[in-house]
C-alpha cells in the first residue's frame, strides 16, 4: 500500500456526517443543504440536449487529448474571457480536457512532483482539500500560507522564506476562493510568477469559480492573463484549470479542462494516458457548446448576484459576514466553537453548513477556519431566503 495514506486527513464531509451522527433535526422543517458547492440551478437545456443528441459516441472509446473542436472551445474562452491575444492559446499543444478539476488537480500533481528531491506544495489555507491530498500521496509536503481577513484573504507570498521556495515544487492558488470568495489581484499574480522563474516551480491555479462573480466591471483575472501581459507568450511555468461544474451548473457532467505551458502540457499528456482518464465523447460534444456559449454563464451569474442581494440584508448584523468578491460562500465569523455552531444548526434549523475549521490546518497562528462556517448558497433562491430567516431566529438563541 501507498505509505502515504495513513497521512490523509478524514475527508470534510465525512467528519461533518459523524458530526451530526445522532442529532435530530425538527421533524417540521424541510432539511437545507448548504454544506457543499454543489450547484442546483437548472442546467442549460442545449447542453441536456446535446448529450442526448451524441449518445451515440458511448459505442467509442474517446482520446485522451480530446476532440479538436473542444481544445478550440477551450482555447477560444479562455482568449475571450481573460481578453488575452487571439490565437495565442494553442489548442493542440496547450489545452486539455479533464473530467472535472478535482480529478485534473489530482492528476497533475502526481504527474510533475519529484518524490527524490524533498519536494514541497505550497497552497492557501484554509483550502480546497485535493491539493493537500495530491501533494501527499505524491510524496511532498504541504506548506499552508494562510488566509485572514487581515491580509484580505490573499495568501503572503512574500512572506515565504527562500529556503522553502527552494523546495516547492508547486504553488496552488484559487481566485476566486474556496472559502473565502477572495479574488486574487493581477498583482499578486505576477508576483507568484516571479518567484516561480525565481525558483523554478510550476504555478497552479484552480479558476473554476472564474465565471461567479458579484462586480460585473471587474471579472476575476487569470495567472495566463498575468503571464502575457508580463511577456511569458508561452505561459511559462503556468497550469490553470476551469470546469462547466460551476459555470454551466452541471456538477454531474464532470467536465472541465487544464490548460498551460505546452511543456507541462505534452508531459501530462503522456501521464494522462496511462492514467485511462479519457472524457467520453457525449460529454465532450455537450461540453463544446457551453465553452462557446457565454449567455447562460451570464445568467448563472446573476442567479448567485440575487442571492447576495437579497440573503445579505435579511442576516444584518445578526451575522458577521459580507459579501465576497467571487464564487457563491458565505465565510460567516461565528464568534465560537464552529463544530458546535454546526451542529446546533442541524439540530434547531435544519440548515446544514461546514465548520471552517474542517477547511484548514493549524499551524503556529492556529487554525485559519476555526470559529467560521461555509455557507454555499447553492439552493435555489427562495430555500436560501429561507434559511436566512432561521439563522436570524437560531442566532440570538445560541
Known amino acids: 500500500m501507498n505509505p502515504h495514506l495513513g497521512e490523509l486527513h478524514a475527508y470534510p464531509f465525512e467528519r461533518l456526517a459523524a458530526l451530526k451522527a445522532g442529532l435530530s433535526a425538527p421533524a417540521g422543517l424541510e432539511h437545507i443543504a448548504m454544506s457543499i458547492g454543489e450547484p442546483q440551478h437548472q442546467p442549460p437545456e442545449f447542453l441536456v440536449q446535446a448529450l442526448q443528441e451524441h449518445l451515440g459516441g458511448l459505442a467509442s472509446y474517446p482520446s485522451t487529448a480530446g476532440l479538436p473542436q473542444l481544445r478550440a472551445a477551450c482555447a477560444r474562452w479562455l482568449e475571450r474571457r481573460y481578453t488575452l491575444k487571439g490565437g495565442s492559446v494553442n489548442p493542440d499543444t496547450m489545452v486539455l480536457p479533464v473530467n472535472g478539476t478535482r480529478e485534473g488537480l489530482f492528476a497533475l500533481v502526481q504527474a510533475v512532483v519529484d518524490p527524490g528531491a524533498q519536494p514541497l506544495v505550497a497552497m492557501p489555507n484554509p483550502f480546497y482539500q485535493i491539493y493537500e491530498g495530491a501533494a501527499l500521496l ?9 488566509t485572514l481577513p487581515g491580509n484580505a484573504y490573499l495568501p503572503e507570498l512574500g512572506a515565504v522564506p527562500a529556503a522553502l521556495w527552494r523546495r516547492c515544487q508547486v504553488l496552488f492558488l484559487c481566485s476566486p476562493g ?14 507568484a ?16 469559480y472564474a465565471d461567479i462573480y458579484l462586480d460585473e466591471r471587474a471579472p476575476p483575472p487569470g495567472l495566463l492573463q498575468a503571464a502575457q501581459r508580463t511577456g511569458r507568450t508561452r ?13 454551466s451548473s452541471v456538477p454531474g457532467l464532470r467536465s472541465g479542462f487544464v490548460a498551460g505551458d505546452p511543456a507541462l502540457m505534452a508531459r501530462f499528456l503522456l501521464y494522462r494516458t496511462y492514467h485511462g482518464c479519457a472524457m467520453p465523447l457525449p460529454t465532450q460534444h455537450a461540453s463544446c457548446l457551453a465553452w462557446n456559449d457565454d449567455a447562460h454563464a451570464a445568467h448563472n451569474r446573476r442567479l448567485y448576484q440575487e442571492k447576495f442581494a437579497r440573503v445579505l440584508p435579511l442576516l444584518g448584523d445578526a451575522l458577521e459576514v459580507s459579501a465576497p468578491a467571487g464564487a457563491f460562500y458565505l465565510w460567516a465569523h461565528v464568534h465560537g466553537d464552529d463544530e458546535q455552531f454546526a451542529r446546533e444548526l442541524y439540530a434547531r434549523a435544519n440548515i446544514t453548513v461546514l465548520p471552517g475549521s474542517y477547511l484548514g490546518r493549524s499551524g503556529p497562528a492556529g487554525n485559519p477556519g476555526a470559529g467560521r462556517v461555509r455557507i454555499s448558497l447553492v439552493p435555489d433562491l427562495e430555500k436560501c431566503l429561507e434559511a436566512a430567516r432561521r439563522l436570524r431566529e437560531f442566532l440570538p438563541t445560541r
Open 138 to 146: 505524491a510524496g511532498a509536503e504541504p506548506c499552508f500560507l494562510d
Open 235 to 247: 505561459f511559462e511555468r503556468c497550469v490553470v484549470f476551469h470546469s462547466l461544474s460551476k459555470r
Open 193 to 208: 510568477l516571479e518567484l516561480a522563474e525565481r525558483y523554478d516551480f510550476i504555478v497552479v491555479s484552480d479558476e473554476c
Open 178 to 191: 474556496n472559502p473565502t470568495g477572495a479574488v486574487l489581484p493581477g498583482e499578486l499574480l505576477e508576483e
